[in-house]
């Protein structure tokens, strides 16, 4: 079953609105999606059409179930004035489904990325690593049907992105799917299922790492061979 299904005919902004075209895939349930290619390929135009940020947008999105989402950005999104635990209370109360559970699972939460301390902190004062932690918690929040998570590799250390990664894969045992832009390329390899490459606004490869591989003639090559082979 896919949980995500995207036809971009063409997305971008008000002075270049075919930044990206033709991007066409899907993420099943409990699939990890890779979504891969240099700077400027068009990965945050994609998860910004995707999520109906952008104004120029001309293609099909659509989210299994209830359509539920949770967005993990690449830069932390914070409000100056709210503490830790009221950023957690405001994500909730802004969720189209309320959460029943919700003081059991920020708790957990907030245990797991060892932030339980500084919840009634401002997190303007945190570490970036603290802050990017926050944006993975609120995503984890609300166990939606499809995880969008933009480069989350850059700013975690190693115990977060472990922790990270099996947050991500209980949730995916559950039957969430995840798409994941990132440029960390080793590590990609290691826990996607397949991948999406993205070059100049184009899809150039899609699949796992064998069908990449044969689309760049790299028998047995690495992810990172393919992607300097295709690019
Ligand atoms: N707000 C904007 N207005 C106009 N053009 C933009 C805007 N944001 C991005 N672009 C252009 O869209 C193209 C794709 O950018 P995008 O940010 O999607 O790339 P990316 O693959 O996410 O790159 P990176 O790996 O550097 O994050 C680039 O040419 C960029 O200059």
């Known amino acids: 079953m896919n949980v995500l299904e995207v036809e971009i005919e063409k ?29 400027g390929a068009g990965k945050s135009t994609t998860i910004k059409a995707l999520l109906g940020l952008l104004g120029e947008m001309k293609g099909n999105v659509v989210m299994a179930g209830k359509g539920t989402y949770g967005y993990i950005p690449e830069h932390p999104i914070l409000f100056d004035e709210l503490t830790l635990w009221e950023h957690l209370e405001l994500a909730a109360a802004s969720m189209e489904h309320p959460l029943p559970d919700f003081q059991a699972r920020a708790e957990e939460l907030l245990a797991r990325f060892r932030l339980t ?80 490459l993205l070059s100049e606004g184009r899809l150039v490869a899609r699949g796992d790492l064998e069908a990449v591989r044969q689309r760049c003639g790299l028998p047995g090559g690495s992810l990172f061979d393919c992607f300097h082979s295709l690019l």
């Open 11 to 39: 997305a971008g902004y008000k002075d270049r609105p075919d930044v990206i075209q033709e991007i066409k895939f899907s993420v099943r349930a409990g699939e990890l999606v890779g979504l891969i290619g240099p700077n």
């Open 117 to 196: 301390e500084v919840r009634h902190h401002l997190p303007a004062s945190f570490s970036k690593g603290m802050q990017q932690k926050i944006m993975l918690i609120l995503g984890f929040l609300q166990k939606p049907e499809v995880y969008i998570v933009d480069e989350p590799f850059i700013g975690l250390d190693p115990k977060a992105t472990k922790d990270f990664l099996e947050g991500l894969k209980e949730e995916r045992g559950r039957g969430a799917g995840v798409l994941m832009s990132t440029h960390v390329l080793d590590t990609a390899e290691r826990i996607c299922d397949s991948f999406v």
